[in-house]
């Protein structure tokens, strides 16, 4: 006999070894979890922030059932443990897919699929498996940064864990007006079949996670921020061009680039000094020979009105003056099986960012040498982690072991330098990040997509990476402008590739040119020696907006000052953004949920309420197709014609023009 109570707010139930508790956890929303261990652990709250007072109404019905209310979304568990979701009119919303003789519904066959499993590991807890129904009128949304061109994720199959270019974050959108997290950091995978959603933990002590009801999905964005937290307001000296290459060696390549800069006239915000600027990986600071004066560089830097980012590794060489102090208090990432020593430029393993003693430890170790010196900007790198085999079931953490915890890692490499840099007074964090989890997006994450291909096929497949992730949550979001491996700088086809690149990263969160560009310098191979013998890098071609021909200067210097001239824009955006948790890029669907016909369109995207975007993803366009949504009249801003929305129009789209719309009436500074 099932055991179904109520007991401070929760709805409790237990049938043999199985405990489930569900309970309300923010607004519109409950939080689901279930165990066959001895009781349900309580002690992790993974991506939720803590649990607001909430008073949820409970009912019973004549057969059994139970079901608790919190706002707009109801959850039913009846006597077999099937539960159920619905909204405030009484709509399924989804419910588990069960499949056996004790299924009540029109359901019931010998099948014997259970919608919660626990399959027993040898030795350790749970291979975990949820099943729900799927519905043939649902989209899907979100789900995080992967290199897919589908911006509906309905029918794929998607790897829980992070690579380089792939930043797993668990939550997603519905088109029958609900948000999920799979509030699980282990290993997995998720389908959204045609038959069924299926989400797979690989290894973990209990199913964890949560749901909303929204009436539209911008409520839903809304509740789902409002318990992972919502970015920091970002910073007005950040908002324009940023300039970046693979790699600035030396303190005077740097403040070459950025004279050149103020010398043309040219409003540059942020220029970056990428890897290997420093001594041994793991020091954490600069390299004397090449960057002798940085203190003189920040100077005159912020003189010229332009910010220094610097790139940061969670990387840690055996020969680092901080390697010993992290090992010693088991600050290291370890390999169950074997060494998880890599060999790139050094003998190096990372340090564990889920140990808070290491994280205390980067932190003060960056403060000390470029925090100290004026340096508020990082980029950190590497956040996946991207071990030598990217084998995280062999990695241990402090926190577990990777197959349960792996995904979280870069969730604690962000909050490493977001306490710091909080403590040290700072209330605008900033920091980017090749990966991130549920929640990173508060400790001010700016991801971006990595070392991404140049070609037209991985240009298209950013826009989805982008707006995938900023409907995760992760709402500043950028890319590598031109694409990061394979452009050569002088070939005239990956010339007008960056310029379409360029004119949409003018439209994007954040606005960064960078790539390795080829061929590589110095010719003879990517590696060299410093005068002090510390190996070195070596870096790519020329990569400033000077360097792909005079016709196609001109054409980026444009967008540069057309971005800047939206700063007032970009600012009332990302307001939003930090205060209400409204995505600063976001897919027509997101904010035309009235229109049949936004949910098909996936190659336009909207950046904050007024702006509509039209990226060119073909080589040789001269004219382009675009949707205008519903409900609105259009300005095409390339020739100042108007259009009433819920048509197709024929845009301008010649080299220098990028079709963007802007809403009639408004003004966005273009």
Known sequence: MAIIRTEQNILFYQQGREKIRIEPWGKDSLRVRATCNSEIDLTQDWALMDKP?????????????????????????????????YNQNGKELVREYWRNRNDLTEYCVPLNFRARQFKPIIGGDWRIQAWFEAYDDEKLYGLGQYQEKQLNRKGLTLELAHRNSQASIPFMTSTRGYGFLWNNPAMGRVTLGLNRTEWVADAGRQIDYWITAGDTPMEIQQNYTAVTGRVPMLRDDVMGFWQCKLRYRTQDEVMTVAREYKRRGIPLDVIVIDFFHWTKQGDWKFDPICFPDPDAMVKELNEMGTKLMVSIWPTVDVDSVNNRELKEMGGLIEGDHGSLYGTFMGYTTYYDATHEGARKV????????????????????????????????????????????????????????????????????????????????????????????????SLREQLCAGLSASVSGLHWWTCDIGGFIGGYTDKPEFRELLVRWFQMGAFLPIFRLHGERLPHWPCDGMRYKAENGDPQFGTGYNNEIWSFGEDNYEI?????????????????????????????????????????NATNVEDEYLLG????????????????????????????????????????????????????FVKAGTDVGI
């Open 53 to 85: 007072d909430l008073a949820p109404v409970f009912t019973e019905s004549a057969n059994g059932a139970h079901s608790v209310t919190n706002g707009k979304i109801t959850a039913t568990i009846d006597r077999h443990g099937y539960i159920a979701f």
């Open 362 to 457: 980067i932190w003060r170790e960056a403060k000390k040498n470029y925090f100290d010196k004026g340096i508020d900007l990082f980029w950190l790198d590497e956040a996946e982690p991207e071990t030598a085999s990217n084998d995280m079931e062999n990695v241990r953490y402090n926190l577990g072991s990777g197959v349960q915890v792996a995904n979280i890692y870069p969730f604690y490499y962000s909050k490493s330098f977001y306490d710091g840099m909080t403590e040290a007074g700072m209330d605008k964090v900033v920091n980017l990040v090749r990966c991130a989890w549920a929640g990173s997006q508060r400790f001010g994450t700016l991801l971006w997509s990595g070392d991404v291909y140049s070609s037209w096929r």
């Open 556 to 596: 980026l210097k444009k967008y540069i000052f057309l971005r800047n001239s939206m700063r007032p824009y970009i600012k009332k955006t990302m307001a939003q953004a930090h205060k209400d948790g409204l995505p600063v890029m976001r897919p027509l669907y997101f904010a035309y949920p009235a229109d049949p």
């Open 609 to 660: 309420d007024d702006v509509l975007v039209a990226p060119v993803f073909a080589p040789g366009v001269t004219q382009q197709q675009v949707y205008l949504p519903q409900g609105d009249t259009w300005r095409e801003i390339a020739t100042e014609k108007t259009f009433e929305g819920g048509c197709t129009v024929t845009a301008k789209a010649t080299l220098d023009t990028i079709p963007v």
